[in-house]
């Protein structure tokens, strides 16, 4: 539930290119090791909601996957 307490951020992301601005950042653990059932299982949720896949946000960090998520 630590997304329902989170505090909204505004990020200005310019999504417009092919380049990845993640290639050289350091992978952390899988996001199904980092994040408790409860809310692995509403990733997936949302993910499909958004026509998403989950695999393309499993090795990056949570802030990654936040700038992502909203461009889905």
């Known amino acids: 539930m630590r997304l329902k307490q989170a505090d909204p951020l505004i990020v200005k992301f310019d999504i417009t290119g092919s380049a990845s601005p993640f290639r050289d950042a ?13 809310e692995f299982r509403q990733l997936l949720m949302l993910c499909q909601e ?12 949570g802030w990654q996957v936040a700038l992502m998520m909203p461009a889905r």
């Open 26 to 38: 350091k992978q952390k653990p899988w996001l199904e090791q980092r994040l408790s059932t409860d």
């Open 50 to 61: 958004l026509e998403a896949y989950v695999h393309a946000f499993l090795t990056l960090q």
